[in-house]
């Protein structure tokens, strides 16, 4: 008994001290970093007393990037911006060359290859993508089989508030990220679940299922999340916009209509992506006419590389006829005013107004940006089932 007591009190001490080794009791001063003060600008911090220069690099800087950080006598560097508008911003410290992540801030996100730290400056659209205390929708990570492309696969799909208590059934968005991306593109970068979460609440946007897949055939899942295990992931994979994907979009379609409640019918079926998900959102929609009502193109990609040779990219004039004489209820185009995509985007218009078909188009500043998908979900989103 007594060498029980014994032995409990030891465990109790060690257990202590290895607390304590987390704390800060050498009373060094906390470092917050970055810090969104009340003119909306933002301070950033970082201890490297020993480095001999420090460079902030986000896209709140604009076109001023990288810019200096400020030295101190205690080895602290730091940077205040000038007021920016309300977003979502990325940033990088580079020391001595070396871009490294912000050791005082958990927050960070994946992009393709690249991790990043964020912040997100509250007001405006911003407040769109923040965790409001509002009923909240339930994200998923599911496999399905893949016949034509023989694997299982893995898709994110949000469900909205109210699903798993309900039988009601649902609209589908089917949601396409963009080159390099994966199934977890939307949710992390997009902000996907907070801004249908945030705009079903307030009744802007019809409550639906949003259906977020792997745009990349040659995956089975996000890198490190399937057998393959953990690669340095990269823009462009075998079958990248050769027409296997929308050759074998219809697998997703099928385990959708089969695994949740929805209206299985074209009015209650909407696509949209960005970039090669909008170059996907185009030709799926195309391929497949009497699918899809509403049609999203977010700075799409347009014609098929030369090389590719699939049925999917045949008799295109014909086809596109074909789906706009069934009578879409929303075909939307928006694409920032310096984005590359710019001129193949305009001829793309310029070949719909030819044809005398309607389209919404919205044009924004900035270019390739997930800030501006991010305010093109948002917009489009709220035309969606009415």
Known sequence: MLKKLLFAMLLCTLLQVQAQENLNFNNNKEITSPEINSDKSITFRLMAPGAKKVELQGDMLGHNNPVPM???DDGLWTYTTPP?????YSYSFIVDGL???????VYQIRDVASVVNVVIVPGGKAENYLVKDVPHGTVSKRWYKSPGNEKNRRISIYTPPGYEEGKN??????LLHGMGGDEEAWLALGRTAQILDNLIAQGKAKPMIVVMPNGNVAQGAAPGEDSKGMYKPTMQLPHTMDGKMEETFMDIVKFIEVSYRV???????????LSMGGFHSLHISRFYPKTFDYVGLFSPAIMAFSKTTSP?????DVTLKKQFSNGLKLYWIGIGKTDFLYKSVADYRKKLDEYGVKYTYSESEGGHTWSNWRDYLVNFSQQLFK
């Open 70 to 72: 400020n030295k101190q």
């Open 169 to 174: 059934k649902y609209p589908v968005l089917y």
């Open 263 to 273: 209206n299985a019918n074209q009015a209650n079926r909407a696509i949209a992506g």
């Open 312 to 316: 999917v990219y045949e008799n295109f």
């Open 84 to 88: 920016v508008k309300p977003e979502l």
């Open 99 to 105: 871009k490294i992540r912000d050791a005082n801030n």
